[in-house]
């Protein structure tokens, strides 16, 4: 029995077997790794296309108590779907996805995620999957001032989402279940990540 299968039952499977397919798509387009997006995807929403980002409890960085409306703004542009990509990003990318997206169909936040990791790669001169897992979950400016030295947004937080990731990709890798696509020159190979407890899928 598939890894997948075993740990969601099939019905759920079928929906990650048709994920699958629409990240083939876009991976070999953008030349993103395959196997990262669909991990990253496990760990952002155990691939439910419907879930929202909690509000905080504390202000983020970027509000720096300017006029303390951040809730407001934050339920506005909270990450969403299954990659947790939020409006304002996507809104980066409407060339691509068009003016009126909608982040909870599963294929448009999937283009939108792999066209944003492409150019996380780009801008950072990286396809290492440690490092992008890392600039995707802490932001492209906090991952800036950490790159820097600089006091930035990168800290626990964003450490065990890069190893559940990175740990997640060597678990598909080990069952077969690896992801190949038709990018010219290959992938990157694989760093074995540490050992992380894996989350529990919602029921």
Do not use: C
């Not at 969601?8 to 994920?19: K, P, Q, S, V, W």
């Not at 990731?165 to 069952?175: D, I, V, Y």
Request: hydrophobic fraction near 30%.
């Amino acid at each position: 029995m598939a890894r997948t299968e075993s740990k969601y039952g099939r019905a759920l499977t079928d929906l990650i077997n048709h994920y699958q397919k629409l990240v083939r798509q876009y991976a070999s387009r953008y030349e993103v790794d395959p196997n990262l997006i669909m991990a990253m995807m496990e760990v952002e929403s155990t691939f439910d296309t419907e879930v929202v980002a909690a509000t905080p409890k504390e202000p983020p960085d970027w509000d720096e108590g300017k006029d303390g409306k951040w809730e407001t703004a934050w339920k506005k542009d909270a990450p969403r779907g299954l990659l947790q990509v939020r409006p304002s990003t996507a809104g980066d990318y409407t060339a691509q996805l068009g003016k009126d997206f909608d982040l909870f169909d599963p294929e448009t936040n999937i283009h939108a995620s792999t066209v944003h990791i492409a150019r996380l790669q780009d801008k950072f001169r990286t396809a290492d999957p440690r490092l992008i897992a890392r600039a995707y979950h802490a932001g492209e400016g906090n991952y800036k001032k950490f790159e820097r030295g600089e006091p930035s947004g990168v800290g626990k937080d964003t450490f065990r989402y890069e190893e559940r990731s990175l740990a997640s990709m060597a678990e598909t890798r080990q069952s077969g279940l690896t992801i190949t696509t038709d990018v010219a020159g290959g992938l990157p190979p694989l760093e074995e990540p540490p050992t992380v407890a894996r989350r529990t899928p919602s029921p």
